[in-house]
Structure formats: C-alpha cells, structure tokens
C-alpha cells in the first residue's frame, strides 16, 4: 500500500475555476514531485520540492502552482485550466538528499484524475 | 526533460514464458527504478538500483544496473496473468532530486 495519500480521487472543473490537488506523506520524505500523465504515456516530471523549497519546475505554464507548507504535505493550485490539461496528475516523495548518496527511492500516490470542461 | 528510451514498447507473451525488457538513454544515471503501473493507478516500485553493475531480485523480477551507467534491464520469469500492465523504468539524474521516467512496456499474459 502507498503511503503517499493523494486527493481529490476525481476532479472536474471548469476552464474558470480554481481548485487545488492535495498529497501527503508521512514517511519523513524531504522531497516531493508533481507528475503528469496523459493516457499511455509515462508520467512527465512537473515541479520538485527539496527541503520544503522549490527546486525544479519544468517550465510548467503558470496556471499551474505548486505549494509545499511543510514537509508532509504538497499542493497544486489550479487556475485557468485548458481542456488538454486533463490527465493523471501524480504525486510522489522520496528520502531527499543534499548530497550523492545511495538510496533515494521515489513513491507514488495512486494520482488524482483531473478533468477540465 | 530527458528521454529514457525503453522497449519493446509491447509485449504479448504465453504464460509461463520469461519477459526482458530494457531502458537506454544517452545521459548517465545514478540510480535505476522499475515500476509497474495498472490502469487508473499509481505506480508501483519493483526494484532499485543504485550502483553501476548491481543486480538485484525480487521473487520472479530481476533487474540490472547497466555497467555504463546508461542503462538498465529488467527480467520477469515464468510470468503469470497478473503481470499484465505497464512497466517503467526511471533514472535519477545528477545528484537532485530529478527522476525521468521511460516510454514505458505494455506487457499482455496470454493464460
């Protein structure tokens, strides 16, 4: 079982609306991901957190915003959304490092579905 | 992003037969996942690699970390109904935190 809590499960929203992705993590992770993926295909690195500071954004357009508030938990606002924005969008953690050591594994939830009307 | 290429992309296989399956790209990674992804859920971790050479196991999986740092192979045997799914690897890029996935093997177990 993962131990990376995703939710909403099912989100639908419209291309004016906000609404925001929740994820979880209680296994002392220092770094947390945004992937999306669209059917098929394999997850696409969006946004990196190491240490609760962001430190890798994959030229992700605006009207996505990830926030991390603390070490447990990360967000993604969403904003103005487009219809082909639609996909799997998955969260993940994994122990973290600051320097090259073995043993950084990543984690997934079981993803939040987002469907944008 | 970078591009792990991975393949075959498909696979329709007898059960009972053994699955080989591998991940190449043209940057070096410093560590190697497998993972396994069933339709409308997460992935799954297989195995981690973490060292140049190393080969790991786990139950009817093995799993390679290729000698050049470049790539890396995973090996099913004897596979069953329930191995059916999509199979990923993903390497760890540099000293951060940056895990790219590849393009991903679509494995079908005839029973």
């Known amino acids: 079982d993962t131990e990376v809590t995703q939710t909403p499960k099912h989100l639908v929203m419209g291309m004016t609306n906000k609404k925001s992705l929740k994820c979880e993590q209680h296994?002392?992770?220092?770094?947390m991901y945004w992937y999306k993926q669209k059917a098929k295909k394999p997850p696409e690195l969006m946004f990196v957190y190491s240490y609760e500071k962001l430190s890798i954004n994959e030229s992700v357009p605006s009207r996505f915003s990830p926030e991390c508030p603390n070490s447990s938990l990360l967000n993604l606002h969403l904003h103005a959304l487009q219809p082909e924005d639609s996909a799997l969008y998955l969260c993940?953690?994994?122990?973290?490092?600051?320097?090259?050591?073995?043993?950084?594994?990543?984690?997934f939830g079981e993803g939040s579905w987002l469907t944008v009307v | 992003g970078q591009q792990l290429n991975q393949s075959p992309q498909s696979m329709f296989i007898q059960e009972g037969e053994d699955v080989s399956m591998n991940c190449t790209s043209s940057s070096i990674f410093n560590t190697w996942l497998w993972y396994k992804q069933d339709p409308g859920e997460g992935p799954v971790l297989l195995i981690a690699?973490?060292?140049?050479?190393e080969l790991t196991s786990n139950g009817r999986l093995t799993a390679q970390f290729g000698i050049t740092r470049k790539d890396s192979f995973l090996n099913i045997s004897a596979s069953i109904p329930s191995d059916v799914g999509i199979y990923f690897c993903a390497g760890q890029l540099g000293t951060g935190n940056q895990f790219y996935f590849g393009t991903g093997t679509s494995l079908t177990v005839i029973p």
């Open positions: 690699l973490y060292k140049a050479g």
């Open positions: 993940a953690s994994s122990q973290g490092i600051l320097r090259r050591i073995s043993g950084n594994t990543i984690y």
């Open positions: 296994m002392g992770h220092r770094a």
